[in-house]
């Protein structure tokens, strides 16, 4: 816990852990103020998480959710009217602690100049960079990474505030036992590569005609080019009741680094009851995750020899199984294998943990819609998703919110000194960490180029590549491997890996080489079977 004191009745945190909220007890402070909406980071505690600590400590607490970068008026006066309520002195904390002093700012219960919410940036002298990218996930870091393979002395600027990087691809393999959290997460620090300025922040806006970002604490990047990977939002609290319940009353998710555990003891210790697994509308990252969970659960009570006394549910928004035809047949096999009942256009709507009750609506072919109730001893979720608030509301969003680029070069349909990878563009290929390798030197190639650095006869194109290993049971992954339009797009000759068929060797390579491949080879510039095509798609 490092607050910072902002008047003598509040002060400014970095998100706390439990143990902080002792501490804090311990430091003297009398009541703890939230900020940070719920599922902004993988490894967040939930704010009654923390409520529940700050009771049993004796400290009040309060939730006044203010998304990064998006502060509004009611806002402020939300902050400035829980800070009057709560004991002081109040400790009050968001993801970085910045959040909360721009609210005490704008609220005016600091002793420093008050700030106007929305107000424009350009008093700031502004830090200019050759290229700015946004976000250090696996589409920022991989890409930075190869553009200095390419240029190794550009200047580059890297804009992420989280502590900690995740290989989220691995946490169906958590919530099945067989990888421990910990082989997922590293930190932020020893994957940036050594020549890239790291900005521990926030960006709040976009203005690209001026090509410059404004950050949370209000100093502002200029550019000459923008790579925009900030990933997309878990949207938790799109599900009634979800948030309050999730980690506990046998709900749970591999979508999160902290619930994927509880995955696997929940599939461990049941024995007999109800299961339900579902999957919200598309977009999502890795379509396949939803199910991937669901064949694991079943290995497991399989050879445990339990899975004829669960009775298990695949509730699905969507119309199919899964949205690559020719990968139906496999996966109906081990439909019909585990007894999986399959239930199509039900979408996840409310959550009560405590009664272990679901509600989804329902749509008919004929398009009506009615409320269907489901009881459940283990309900695992996959939440929907969305772009992140802050494109959603810039220049850069199309219509649907996510980055508008040209499917083939990547770059933005407005804004030419502006690309971007991974999820929160709107590119139609599969989410997944896959199609980041591919993309990634893509980007670099095309920006290199239009900067000078690099020449090429023809833009480099992606063919919306995407990979999606489907692990239907312990030791065996249908490996669907596709690109635009559901087209088949093996890496593999059809001798080594059958990608119609469950194959072992598919597994290995999830299980022990994909892994060394994101670590030490995508986010290090090493781009193994990914060199990127010069040709226009057709």
Known sequence: MRPSLLSPDLSASPQLSLADVAEAKVAGFQSILCDRPDGEAADQPLFAEIAEEAARVGLESSYVPIASGQMTDGDVAAFRAAVAKLPKPILAYCGSGKRVTLAAQAAGLTTGAKVVTGASPVKWQAESHDVVIVGGGAGGIAVAASMLARVPDLDIALVEPADNHFYQPGWTLVGAGVFTPEQTRRTMKSLMPRRVKWIKDAVATFDPDSKRVALANGAVLSYRKLVVAPGLKLDWGAVEGLIETLGSNGVTSNYRFDLAPYTSRLVDGLRSGKALFTQPPMPIKCAGAPQKAMYLSCDVWRSRGVLKSINIEFLNAGAALFGVADYVPPLMNYVKSYGIKLSFSHNLIKVDGPSKTAWFKRISKEGDSEIVER????????????????????????????????????????????????????????????????????????????????????????????????????????????????????????????????????????????????????????????????????
């Open 375 to 538: 009881k459940f001893d283990m309900l695992h979720v996959v939440p929907p998703q969305c772009a992140p608030d802050f494109i959603r509301s810039s220049p850069l969003a199309g219509q649907t919110g996510w980055v508008e680029v040209d499917q083939e070069t990547l770059c933005h349909k407005r804004y030419p000194d502006i690309y971007s990878l991974g999820d929160a563009m709107s590119t139609p290929n599969s989410k997944t960490a896959a199609a980041v390798r591919k993309q990634a030197p893509i980007v670099a190639e095309n920006l290199l180029s239009d900067l000078g650095c690099i020449k090429m006869d023809a833009p480099a194109v992606y063919d919306g590549y995407g990979a999606c290993p489907l692990t239907v049971e312990r030791g065996k992954i249908v490996l669907a491997e596709f690109g635009y339009g559901g087209k088949r797009i093996p890496t593999l000759p059809h001798w080594l890996i059958d990608d119609l068929k469950p194959s072992w060797l598919a597994w290995r390579m999830k299980k022990d080489l994909l892994p060394l491949i994101y670590w030490d080879g995508m986010l290090k510039g090493r781009e193994w079977l990914v060199k990127p095509s010069h040709k226009r798609a057709s």
